[in-house]
């Protein structure tokens, strides 16, 4: 039973964009927090940016702030919109979700939820 699923990766030209899409169902979806991680080949995981979905508020690698932006429709769907997409940004992206997390940190063992993840692949 899948709680978390993501779509819209794929390829893009440098300096192009992408909207990631994440769902939430079942127990997933009763969360505070939820997030976007990537992981490229030999890398640790890493936060991308994370929101509050009672709340609103927003985390943001510093590698991402004012290119990438997480929002929400609801608690339960959550978007990333990445745009001037650069080379190091290629990787595995994954959704994770958080119940009862004090703060919405882009800790990614802080999650207990994870999607399969979406390939987002840069290249010209």
């Known amino acids: 039973q899948e709680q978390l699923v993501e779509s819209g990766g794929g390829s893009v030209q440098p300096g192009g964009s992408l909207r990631l899409s994440c769902a939430a169902s079942?127990?997933?979806?009763?969360?505070?927090?939820m997030g976007w991680f990537r992981q490229a080949p030999g890398k640790e995981r890493e936060g991308v940016a994370t929101?509050?979905?009672?709340?609103?508020?927003t985390r943001y690698a510093d590698s991402v702030k004012g290119r990438f932006t997480i929002s929400q429709q609801s608690k339960d769907t959550v978007y990333l919109q990445m745009n001037s997409l650069k080379p190091e940004d290629p990787a595995v992206y994954y959704c994770?979700?958080?119940?009862?997390?004090?703060?919405?940190?882009?800790?990614?063992?802080?999650?207990?939820?994870w999607g399969q993840g979406t390939q987002v692949t840069v290249s010209s």
């Open positions: 994770a979700a958080g119940t009862w997390l004090w703060d919405c940190r882009l800790t990614w063992t802080d999650y207990g939820y």
């Open positions: 079942g127990s997933a979806a009763i969360n505070n927090c």
């Open positions: 929101i509050s979905t009672s709340g609103g508020s």
